[in-house]
């Protein structure tokens, strides 16, 4: 649906603030309240979130406020600001949000306090502390009228609630995926060996020379960095006495703070950080890797080195590798491909959705750009 909004009117932008909003401090508008402590002991199995200073953190069978609600962290992670719509607890390291008049919107003021960063507000020298004065005199604008600010609220809401909706089904995605995985770890059916027994390995060296372009006889250096995200990368002669990984081989760190994970490998230049698997055997070369990131926890928990840590090499190659008939790992590793590609296109959507979020915040919570409040509300009912 087409939001209904506008450009601020020319002689409007000189001022930057529409003639229908006005310049205030957060203390005009804002009461902020100490939460109650509520310790994990303390507390009986029930439906009412308890909040600290990041977030939910359980559940309780009582309620400290009548939901819906704004809590903002106090110690430790300041400044985040968090939306409850039902009853809830927020304990002692949090505010909670108290309107000084009934003039205000409660969800146009969550949306505010985000876009103020108050996470920058830290006025305590050892662990981080917000101080509510500093809040209260903080600077900003507000439309003089409740129904913008409940219209600005509403279209604001619609993105968050796609969120919501794309964030369950993303949970549900995952819930279909480990579910495969841990039919496909118990099958007693299938041959288990272990991995040192159907692959070997060889480590990257270091290249002599390394570039900063892509020339005729140059690949790209396979950085942690560039298997990743794609990022940017140097270039090195395949003329050195190097190793080069082929597409789709199967790639892990061996070295470094993420020694343990595994990548599947581009064309390029194997880096002295990593090592590269040589089949001895006839597998289906993405089963295995789907498989070994199934254990890359484990594996990354088993690390040694009293400085910088590395892949043990015996708890590598005494891995336990299930072993379908070739054609099942084919059809496996495909079914959990078309799994992924939809987790990626989940994230994807996310992702602009969050982009266009940041940029109606940044226009409507400024007045940049206005709203036609009778045709939002008239929308909602």
Do not use: C
Not at 46 to 71: A, Q, T
Not at 108 to 117: E, G, N, T, V
Not at 209 to 217: V, Y
Not at 269 to 282: A, E, G, P, Y
Request: no cysteine; proline share 3%.
């Amino acid at each position: 649906m087409k939001q209904p909004i506008s450009q601020t009117p020319q002689s409007q932008q000189a001022s930057k603030i529409p003639d229908e909003w006005e310049k205030i401090e957060l203390g005009r508008k804002i009461i902020l309240e100490y939460g109650k402590g509520l310790t994990e002991k303390s507390r009986k199995e029930g439906e009412y979130k308890v909040y600290g200073s990041n977030g939910v953190i359980g559940l309780h069978n009582d309620f400290l406020i009548e939901g819906p609600g704004i809590v903002i962290g106090r110690k430790g992670s300041i400044g985040e600001v968090v939306w409850s719509e039902n009853n809830f607890w927020p304990i002692d390291t949090t505010y909670f949000v108290k309107l000084t008049n009934d003039l205000v919107d409660l969800r146009f003021l969550y949306y505010k306090l985000i876009s103020l960063k108050l996470q920058k507000m830290n006025s305590a020298t050892g662990t981080p502390g917000l101080n509510r004065e500093v809040v209260y005199a903080k600077e900003t604008y507000f439309p003089k009228l409740k129904e913008e600010q409940t219209a600005i609220a509403k279209i604001l809401s619609t993105t968050d609630e796609a969120l919501e909706a794309l964030e369950r089904e993303r949970l549900a995605t995952e819930r279909l995926r480990r579910g495969f995985m841990v039919k496909l770890l118990e099958n007693q059916k299938w041959k288990v060996v272990k991995l040192g027994e159907i692959v070997e390995f060889v480590k990257g060296k270091k290249p002599e020379k390394m570039i900063n372009e892509q020339l005729e006889g140059y690949l790209p250096y396979l950085s942690t960095d560039y298997l990743r995200d794609n990022e940017e990368t140097k270039y090195v002669s395949t003329s050195e006495n190097i190793f080069l990984v082929k597409d789709g081989e199967i790639v892990l760190l061996w070295d470094g703070s993420n020694a343990g994970e595994f990548f599947e490998g581009k064309e390029g230049i194997l880096s002295t950080t990593m090592v590269k698997f040589n089949l001895k055997t006839d597998i289906h070369q993405k089963y295995l890797l789907y498989l070994l990131k199934s254990k890359q926890n484990y594996l990354q928990g088993q690390t040694n080195g009293t400085g910088i840590p590395h892949v043990d090499r015996k708890v590598l190659m005494d891995l336990d590798i299930t072993l379908p008939p070739l054609e099942e790992q084919k059809r496996i590793a495909e079914v959990l491909s078309i799994i992924d590609k939809k987790l990626e296109l989940q994230k994807a959507r996310k992702e602009k959705i969050e982009r266009v979020k940041k940029g109606l915040m940044d226009e409507l919570l400024t007045g940049k750009k206005r709203v036609n409040v009778e045709k939002v509300l008239e929308e909602e009912k």
